[in-house]
């Protein structure tokens, strides 16, 4: 068995309910994780299951929750372009970082770098930005200055 291919292809379409979807359709898009007959059929399975919805639900919560609790003013100015970054945001960085500062520090340096393309250089948006990461050291207890 294959457990270490099998473990990353059920990673994978639990971070993306769009792979999830498509395997339904055309499970040939399983090929590329070289799965034991036994694992494929398992896997399938598991994405035709009506509670796989539900793993990809938590797994975006779970992706989410250090963003809005490190930078709750950015995700507030975001407002509903909010849904939309982070779908990029996650397509283009999909191991999640379990540490929340770490997490937010790349969602940042996400964001700044694509400001006029994802929020059209809102400044607002990128002064909040900025100062809610300048801050996340004392935000997490890490402040090492009197």
């Not at 929020?119 to 207890?141: K, Y």
């Given at each position: 068995m294959s457990i270490d291919k099998f473990?990353?292809?059920?990673?994978?379409?639990?971070?993306?309910?769009?792979?999830?979807?498509?395997?339904?359709?055309?499970?040939?898009?399983?090929?590329?994780?070289?799965?034991?007959?036994?694992?494929?059929?398992?896997?399938?399975?598991?994405?035709?299951?009506e509670g796989m919805s539900h793993n990809c639900t938590l797994y975006r919560a779970n992706r989410l929750t250090p963003l809005v609790r490190s930078l709750p003013r950015t995700c507030d100015l975001l407002g509903e372009n909010l849904t939309a970054v982070l779908a990029q945001f996650w397509a283009q960085q999909p191991d999640a970082e379990v540490q929340f500062k770490l997490e937010a520090q790349r969602f940042g340096q996400y964001l700044l770098e694509r400001a006029s393309a994802d929020?059209?250089?809102?400044?607002?948006?990128?002064?909040?930005?900025?100062?809610?990461?300048?801050?996340?050291?004392?935000?997490?207890?890490l402040d090492c200055h009197p």
């Open positions: 473990q990353r292809a059920l990673a994978d379409v639990v971070a993306s309910p769009q792979l999830c979807i498509a395997i339904r359709g055309d499970n040939s898009l399983l090929d590329r994780y070289d799965l034991e007959p036994k694992e494929r059929e398992r896997l399938l399975a598991m994405v035709s299951h929020f059209g250089g809102d400044e607002r948006i990128i002064t909040v930005l900025r100062e809610e990461l300048d801050g996340l050291d004392q935000f997490f207890g």
